[in-house]
């Protein structure tokens, strides 16, 4: 009931492309949502995060997309760049909790 | 940046030796954690710490042992290296639960 499973495992998108990357969870406990990118050589980073309270929130070109009846979220890069190749975690975690649940993590390849 | 500094950076090390891998953080977080990043797997959880000498066991825990004698430093024993030991390593920070998690550059293990 603690996993948040993550799919694809990668995924390769055109530049200009709409990048897609899912996950999707058991433990309604859960009330964060987050997003980390990670680049070759670094740690993650924190690329973007939502509370169940709304169903997407936008940050430029990315946006959470949150679906709380299927407990599914969702990550779209729009407009994907090169810069953009990175691999993505999900996570979930919940307020009277500090232990994140990691997806697996996502790969993602922009071809020029 | 946040102020997370792993050292050392890169080790190569023998099989049955051990190994300590230091952890030091100027964010006064209470919350801090070790994973290990391998191809395929994700971010496994080694330790982790919810205060001053307040430890305990992630999935990944066998051959590990973790100390915290500060808040700042988080360390990370491994008490006879094994080939299967060699991964990435993480150290990770947290204020409080729900908020941003953030991460050092990682520790490049070898063990032959």
């Known amino acids: 009931q603690q996993q948040v499973k993550q799919s694809p495992q990668s995924l390769i998108v055109q530049k200009g492309g709409i990048s897609i990357i899912n996950c999707a969870y058991e433990?309604?406990?859960?009330?964060?949502f987050p997003w980390y990118q990670q680049f070759p050589g670094k740690g993650p980073a924190l690329l973007i995060a939502i509370r169940p309270d709304v169903s997407e929130k936008k940050e430029g070109r990315f946006t959470i997309s949150f679906n709380k009846s299927a407990k599914q979220f969702s990550l779209h890069i729009m407009d994907s760049q090169p810069g953009d190749s990175a691999t993505y975690f999900c996570?979930?975690?919940?307020?009277?909790?500090?232990?994140?649940?990691w997806g697996a993590g996502t790969k993602l390849i922009i071809k020029p | 940046d946040a102020g997370i500094t792993q050292s050392p950076r890169h080790k190569v090390t023998e099989t049955g030796t051990p190994v300590t891998l230091r952890c030091h953080q100027t964010?006064?977080?209470?919350?801090m954690y070790w994973y290990r990043q391998d191809p395929g797997h994700g971010l496994r959880l080694i330790h982790y710490s919810y205060g001053v000498k307040d430890t305990d066991k992630g999935e990944v825990s066998d051959g590990y042992s973790v100390s915290r004698s500060k808040t700042e430093d988080f360390l990370l024993t491994l008490e006879s290296a094994t080939s299967s030991q060699t991964s990435v390593y993480f150290c990770a920070t947290l204020g409080a639960p729900n908020t941003e998690a953030f991460f050092g550059q990682g520790t490049r293990l070898t063990v032959v």
């Open positions: 964010e006064n977080h209470r919350y």
């Open positions: 996570a979930a975690s919940q307020i009277s909790n500090y232990q994140l649940i």
């Open positions: 433990n309604t406990a859960f009330d964060y």
